[in-house]
């Protein structure tokens, strides 16, 4: 079985300042990791993915993200917050079934002017 | 702007009411799901179809009615739902999944906002 911790609830950065939401995750087989954004009202964007190909993802918007199996973290940053960016954060974990998405509880990020 | 396009956007019915929820994609994905996500909280799986057959049902009750007419459409048919069921339905869809790898990313409509009176 496989599953995620985020592990903060809520994130507050300036902008223009670095952004770090952490997620930690567990899995019996090689995972599938995945990190949505949800704006208020509005569906989940996939922001980036990582398939067991280059550790180090980079998605849209300027986000990447690094998969460290030692660790068993994939933690999402972006160098520098834009107002746009505040938005729940989630990330997702899969292993062998598709159909099986596991959710972190998500992460709010706050971008103060 | 989605490519999973979710009607209505919103949805007020009363408790003895039947409503559809209507889903498309036109991403010739054969893999499509609906999901419930109550506020704060993560989206949590109601219904899989795989080939436009019903592969998982999440223990869901049987006041929500899925069906998948063809490969681009998903409908969740609603009666006599509880209060509790006011939530944001989201439908999803994806390539299937052939190497059991779970590789293949989800993508995901608006959602449809439902509340019930």
């Known amino acids: 079985a496989q599953s995620v911790t985020q592990l903060d609830s809520h994130v507050s950065v300036s902008e223009g300042t670095p952004v770090l939401l952490r997620c930690n995750y567990s899995?019996?087989?090689?995972?599938?990791l995945f990190w949505y954004v949800q704006h208020p009202n509005k569906g989940l964007q996939l922001l980036l993915k990582?398939?067991?190909?280059?550790?180090l993802v980079k998605g849209i918007n300027g986000f990447e993200a690094e998969f460290k199996k030692s660790e068993t973290s994939f933690h999402l940053t972006k160098p520098s917050a834009h107002m746009s960016d505040a938005a729940e954060y989630f990330c997702v974990v899969t292993a062998y079934n598709n159909n099986d998405m596991r959710f972190g509880a998500g992460t709010r990020l706050t971008v103060k002017p | 702007d989605t490519e999973v396009t979710q009607t209505p956007k919103h949805l007020v019915m009363g408790m003895t009411n039947k409503k559809s929820l209507k889903c498309e994609q036109h991403?010739?994905?054969?893999?499509m799901y609906w999901y419930k996500q109550k506020a704060k909280k993560p989206p949590e799986l109601m219904f899989v179809y795989s080939y436009e057959k019903l592969s998982i049902n999440e223990s869901v009750p049987s006041r929500f009615s899925p069906e998948c007419p063809n490969s681009s459409l998903l409908n969740l048919h609603l009666h006599a739902l509880q209060p509790e069921d006011s939530a944001l339905y989201l439908c999803?869809?994806?390539?299937?999944?052939?190497?059991?790898?779970?590789?293949?990313?989800?993508?995901f409509g608006d959602g449809t906002r439902l509340s019930i009176l």
């Open positions: 991403m010739g994905h054969r893999a």
């Open positions: 899995s019996s087989y090689s995972p599938s």
């Open positions: 990582y398939t067991s190909a280059a550790t």
């Open positions: 999803a869809s994806s390539q299937v999944d052939m190497g059991f790898r779970g590789n293949q990313p989800q993508h």
